[in-house]
């Protein structure tokens, strides 16, 4: 089992609509998590860091369970430029950065 | 500032061949990593360094050498190319540690026949 898993989709979902990712970690002891997106073939940018009191970026919003040990984005309004690939990213404690699998959003008209 | 630079963008090897991956980064950041990316994968981790004479195992790090002699240069080193490495290589760097936003060179498509 991966250390950081996510749904990959491909959530195909009208422009206006709102869709939410879930990510899951197993190591309890990860301590910085975030989220990335990718466009095709190209190198992913950080999108955003989710922090343990949940974060809002415009139509972004992030949170964090730590009980349940999973990560959420949620994308309100989507746009036909959010089509791309979503990768939750978790830290931890030895130093690694390990990334899920990423999840495909494709926003159609 | 180039940011994080890597070199060949496109290559093409027969299996048993050895080459090195080349990353380079001018921001001074002290942690640099390097991720392969194959299909319903993601990203995962083969080597990363959190700063010059250090470097540790990620992931995947089986096939695959590397060496942090300067803050700048993280190279990956394939030591005999298999088929199953054909993938696209990332190299990454970030101010300190991975807790720290990752800045991702624009990789390297690697194929072994």
């Known amino acids: 089992r991966k250390e950081v898993e996510q749904d990959p989709g491909p959530f195909n979902v009208p422009e206006g609509a709102t869709v939410a990712f879930n990510c899951t970690y197993s190591?309890?002891?990860?301590?910085?998590f975030f989220w990335y997106r990718q466009d095709c073939r190209k190198e992913p940018k950080l999108l955003m860091s989710v922090y343990s009191s949940g974060n809002e970026d415009g139509r972004f919003t992030a949170q964090l369970n730590r009980a349940s040990q999973y990560i959420s984005l949620l994308i309100r309004d989507s746009k036909l430029s959010d089509s791309a690939t979503y990768l939750c990213a978790v830290y931890n404690q030895g130093g690694k950065l390990i990334f899920g699998q990423g999840t495909e959003l494709s926003v159609k008209p | 500032n180039a940011g994080v630079t890597q070199t060949p963008k496109f290559q093409v090897l027969k299996t048993g061949q050895s080459m090195t991956l080349q990353c380079a980064q001018d921001m001074n950041h002290e942690y640099m990593s390097w991720y392969r990316q194959d299909p319903g994968m993601g990203l995962r981790l083969i080597h990363y360094s959190v700063g010059a004479g250090i470097t540790d195992q990620g992931e995947v790090p089986n096939g695959y050498n590397v060496s942090r002699s300067t803050t700048e240069d993280f190279p990956l080193r394939l030591l005999s190319a298999a088929p199953s490495q054909t993938s696209v290589y990332f190299c990454?760097?970030?101010?300190?540690?991975?807790?720290?936003?990752?800045?991702f060179g624009p990789g390297t498509r690697l194929t072994v026949l």
């Open positions: 190591n309890s002891a990860s301590q910085s």
């Open positions: 990454a760097s970030s101010y300190r540690t991975g807790r720290s936003e990752q800045f």
